[in-house]
């Protein structure tokens, strides 16, 4: 099943605090899990990535955490930032009929740093 | 460089008239993908081209959507007649084209928003 499932659907933390957010896939068939984030009234821009060969990546103060064995992998922002209010979607990234490849996204999750 | 161009950004038409959104992607990407996004929904992949080719449309209404990207370059996405339900913003993207299956990353314009009334 072509699905991401993705939570918290909105989050309010200090800060300074630290951000988690969880999705979890079914598809066997998914090789990347890109993160985006997207401001009002924006495109979602690519934030960071990972592959299932590894189980963390760390990109400045965003974190990849991946679990292979569950289909789960999260995204921490540390020290979160009033500028870091967002919304950030997990996907999933397979290929499809044609040698395409394409992104599933979870349904998001708004992030509001409290100054 | 110049990101992912679409226009308009935003159109309100009322049930069963019609509309039509436009996208050019960034210079020499050869993949160029319409994703619709309901509001508190990730966005949803509705058509992908490679070149002026149609590489999936399984999840284009094609009963009232249809797609082109003449030339390879721009695209057009259009309703044909429109829906309440498909109040939503239009996003496109485009990546660039490397060997088959490689990973590319997609950069997103700010979309279109529509609202149907």
């Known amino acids: 099943q072509q699905q991401v499932k993705q939570s918290p659907q909105s989050l309010i933390v200090q800060k300074g605090g630290i951000s988690i957010i969880n999705c979890a896939y079914e598809n066997t068939a998914f090789d990347y899990f890109p993160w985006y984030q997207q401001f009002p009234g924006k495109g979602p821009a690519l934030l960071i990535a990972?592959?299932?060969?590894?189980s963390e990546k760390k990109e400045g103060r965003f974190t990849i955490s991946f679990n292979k064995s569950a289909k789960q992998f999260s995204l921490h922002i540390m020290d979160s930032q009033p500028g870091d209010s967002a919304t950030y979607f997990c996907a999933a990234s397979s290929i499809s009929s044609g040698s395409a490849r394409q992104l599933t996204f979870g349904s998001g999750t708004q992030l509001t740093v409290l100054p | 460089e110049a990101g992912v161009a679409q226009s308009p950004r935003y159109k309100i038409i009322e049930k069963r008239q019609s509309v039509a959104f436009w996208c050019n992607p960034i210079?020499?990407?050869?993949?160029l993908y319409w994703y619709q996004q309901i509001l508190g929904q990730g966005p949803k992949l509705l058509i992908q081209f490679q070149n002026n080719g149609v590489v999936d449309d399984s999840q284009l209404p094609k009963d009232r959507f249809s797609a082109e990207r003449l030339k390879g370059v721009d695209s057009t996405l259009k309703i044909q007649p429109a829906k309440l339900e498909d109040s939503a913003v239009y996003l496109c993207?485009?990546?660039?084209?490397?060997?088959?299956?490689?990973?590319?990353?997609?950069?997103f314009g700010p979309g279109t928003r529509l609202t149907v009334l």
């Open positions: 210079s020499g990407h050869a993949t």
């Open positions: 990972i592959r299932p060969d590894v």
């Open positions: 993207a485009s990546s660039l084209r490397r060997l088959a299956g490689g990973l590319n990353t997609q950069y």
